[in-house]
């Protein structure tokens, strides 16, 4: 088995300047025919696979950090870092990237080349270039050395110097013994200096620097320096606020000094890059970039050290649940597990799978039943951040919990009924809380990432439950402000929340077929939507035309019926002819629609529409999607008009009277017949059709017993000629000579044989055929 020092995370810095995991794998140093050089090779562990083949290029400035990590660019802007296991595995490596390059393996960085002027290139490649030279620091010199790092920045072999000669002379807590002297004399100049040169330190992108800068010891004088801006009128008092206003609540006290003073001086860096420093627009690409790989390793050493405490989580999941905490202790104790799953965002894949399990296990799910429905605001709030990273994580924890609830707790209490009231009760007048569980909900409810999932029964298990015991909940305030045909309420809040309740519905028209189409019919959801179609609020409008439009563009002959029967167009007529033809979403969004039915051809809807609403759409004349609907329609009546004529002169003699040949469109008629019946559904019965068979087989039926009675009636009215042949008859029946004698027909046979008779004959056959001398009947000529 490969030696796990070479064990490694691959990682590479995106445009947000946030480090992908792009896999962990084992690193190997090869000869490579193909590139004709050593190339650093990573192979996953899980498959082999190859996941970077990267040539070590005499001219690439490699950068070894914290002992395990050695970070490069790859072209241009393109960085990407080596996270060894072990620290033996992370030396080797490096000592053979420094043997290609012909450098020494004790150096922290080979170089850094990038693109320049040939003057600049033909300076900084010159190895016999003297080393920088720092002036003395002191306060008549700060200005000299400020404008010494300044040019350094135009040049990466200059810059690579300069951060060397800092590092090596412990300049940087010499300038920050200047800067509190010139705090103490209220040197203006200099501490503007000062400002510039740490501005300038950061820029170098070095992290030996910034390991001095951020010790306990120094980071707060560092912040200090960065306080006083010359473009500024006023200093910003940032050290005021990191010592006084961010106050540190240990939410269950932490007893390992490392963990903590990691938790310290990650928030701090933090507020360094995000407040303190100039916005990263004023820099170059990536010129901060080792600055975020240094927070992002910081965070993921600090989830490591909590998920090593093997009591800290489960003391602290034992009080988030115990009933006789406070309210603002569980507030402190939910804001920590908000910012640990927030820190969890930077592990890779596998090892975040094992942190919410781990999370999961020790009863996260069962403790956010309690906080969500907290009245603290704060509480509620990193509740759902919370449940929002695991939902996006892994939708199916939640779905599992749900499931295992089911049969043991009540509707209420069940997580999934609780997440929907807490949507539909949020108390903020701009809904933040119930948009974010909006997205929670349909990530719980979206077939697209149930596929892929061991229980392979979830999904139905799943839906069932839903829409068996949750979505009169979530649809409770639809059908609330609908009740009497108008809207009941137009505040902006129930509008808005109506907005959501709609969009999660369309989600489910769009994703969902069975149980939706159910809860519509059983419900006559479309109708009580439609009411909102006179809302005064047009975004109100739009989402319920909207969720009418889902339904059409699933081109669903049970949606059509349903629509047609209950004549629901008539609400988005009247609302497109209150509009008055304005040039707006809506007047756009109703024309598309009709549209949409015109080119798909769909014909119910279409015939529906021109027969009941043509009168009044015929007057619409700046688009022709009317008159080309109503042409699409008056073609579609002269097809069934010309098939009618085919078919009448096609059919069999017997079958031409108007008394048996069936109506074209009589199975249409039949099963709108069914569709027309008043059946009382439960809510979750399916609503299952006749079949076209069933219906066609019921016809013919129909039919032969028409066509028996009518032929019986032909036998007794010619009953003695057949009688008087009798004898004669049955000797041409029985055309085998050893058959038996036949015995009576019955009913059924008359009706069979007879039916089979009629569809040979050809009109103006009489019903009897003259017998030929020898008594044989002479056989019919049969229909080709």
Not at 588 to 617: P, Q, R, W
Request: aromatic share 8%; proline share 3%; glycine share 4%.
């Amino acid at each position: 088995m490969t030696d796990t020092k070479r064990r490694v995370k691959l990682y590479a810095l995106n445009a947000d300047r946030q480090w992908d995991d792009r896999g962990t794998g084992h690193v190997s140093s090869t000869y490579v025919d193909r590139v004709k050089g050593i190339s650093l090779l990573v192979r996953a562990e899980s498959d082999g696979s190859l996941l970077l083949e990267s040539k070590i290029q005499p001219d690439t400035a490699y950068q070894k950090q914290q002992d395990t990590l050695i970070v490069w660019s790859e072209g241009d802007n393109f960085d990407l870092a080596l996270s060894f296991q072990e620290k033996a595995g992370c030396d080797e490596i490096w000592e053979k990237i420094c043997q290609v390059q012909g450098k020494d393996p004790s150096v922290e960085i080979t170089q850094d080349i990038v693109e320049e002027s040939e003057d600049e290139r033909f300076d900084d490649m010159s190895e016999s270039a003297p080393p920088i030279e720092l002036p003395n620091c002191e306060l008549s010199r700060l200005e000299d050395i400020s404008e010494l790092i300044t040019n350094c920045l135009t040049s990466p072999m200059r810059k690579e110097k300069l951060a060397a000669v800092i590092e090596s002379e412990g300049y940087i807590r010499k300038l920050l013994d200047l800067f509190r002297l010139c705090e103490d004399l209220e040197n203006n100049e200099g501490l503007h200096h000062l400002y510039d040169i740490f501005k300038n330190i950061f820029l170098l992108n070095k992290n030996a620097l910034f390991d001095v800068m951020f010790s306990e010891d120094v980071i707060f004088d560092v912040v200090g320096c960065l306080e006083y801006d010359p473009s500024s009128l006023s200093r910003k008092k940032h050290r005021e606020y990191l010592k006084q206003q961010a106050k540190f609540r240990e939410a269950i006290p932490i007893k390992n000094p490392d963990l903590l003073s990691k938790i310290h001086q990650t928030f701090r860096v933090q507020y360094i890059q995000d407040v303190v420093l100039p916005t990263p627009s004023v820099f170059e690409d990536n010129m901060l970039s080792t600055l975020s790989s240094f927070i992002y390793f910081n965070k993921v050493e600090i989830v490591s050290l909590v998920q090593e405490d093997e009591r800290f989580l489960t003391d602290l999941f034992t009080m988030l649940t115990d009933v006789s905490t406070s309210d603002a202790k569980r507030r402190d104790l939910v804001l920590f597990l908000k910012e640990f799953c927030n820190y969890s965002q930077n592990l890779q894949p596998q090892a975040k799978e094992t942190f919410y399990k781990t999370l999961t296990n020790l009863g996260i799910l069962p403790a956010l039943e309690i906080t969500l429905c907290m009245e603290d605001q704060k509480t509620k709030t990193a509740s759902i951040d919370i449940l929002t990273y695991i939902v996006e994580f892994s939708p199916s924890f939640v779905r599992e919990y749900t499931l295992q609830q089911a049969n043991n707790t009540d509707e209420d209490q069940v997580l999934l009924n609780i997440v929907i009231e807490q949507m539909i009760c949020d108390s903020d007048p701009e809904l933040g809380g119930a948009v974010q569980l909006m997205g929670v909900l349909k990530m719980l409810l979206d077939p697209e990432n149930m596929l892929g999932q061991v229980n392979k029964s979830e999904k139905t298990d799943f839906l069932n439950y839903f829409y068996k015991h949750s979505v009169q909940i979530l649809i409770a305030p639809l059908l609330e402000n609908t009740v009497h045909g108008e809207p009941q309420k137009e505040d902006y809040q129930t509008v808005q929340l109506l907005g959501l309740i709609l969009e999660l519905l369309s989600f489910c028209v769009e994703h969902h077929t069975y149980h939706i189409k159910n809860c519509i019919l059983n419900k006559d959801l479309l109708r009580r939507i439609l009411v909102l179609m006179k809302s005064t609020h047009k975004f109100l409008v739009l989402c319920a035309l909207r969720f009418m439009r889902k339904l059409i563009a699933l081109k669903d002959e049970f949606y059509n019926r349903y629509i047609i029967k209950g004549n629901l167009f008539a609400p988005v007529v009247d609302a497109f002819v209150r509009n008055k033809g304005r040039y707006n979403l809506l007047d756009s969004a109703i024309i598309e629609m009709f549209e949409f039915i015109k080119l798909e051809d769909i014909k119910t809807l279409c015939s529906h529409v021109v027969e009941n609403y043509g009168k009044c759409l015929d007057d619409i004349g700046y688009v022709q999607t009317f008159k080309s609907l109503k042409s699409r329609y008056d073609q579609h009546q002269d097809k069934l008009k010309d098939r009618d004529r085919t078919a009448l002169e096609s059919v069999p003699s017997i079958l031409r009277n108007s008394r048996y040949r069936r109506d074209q469109r009589q199975m249409e008629e039949e099963e709108e017949m069914w569709f027309n019946e008043e059946d009382d559904f439960d809510d979750n019965e399916a609503i299952i059709p006749a079949t076209n068979t069933d219906i066609l087989s019921k016809k013919i039926e129909t039919d032969l017993d028409n066509l028996g009675k009518i032929m019986d009636k032909k036998v007794e009215a010619n009953g003695p000629k057949i009688n008087n042949n009798s004898a004669q008859k049955t000797t041409v029946f029985n055309n085998n000579a050893n058959a038996a004698q036949p015995t009576s027909p019955t009913a059924a046979d008359n009706k069979s044989a007879l039916f089979k008779r009629g569809l040979v004959d050809y009109e103006g056959d009489s019903d009897e055929e003259e017998e030929d001398a020898t008594g044989e009947m002479s056989k019919r000529p049969r229909l080709s």
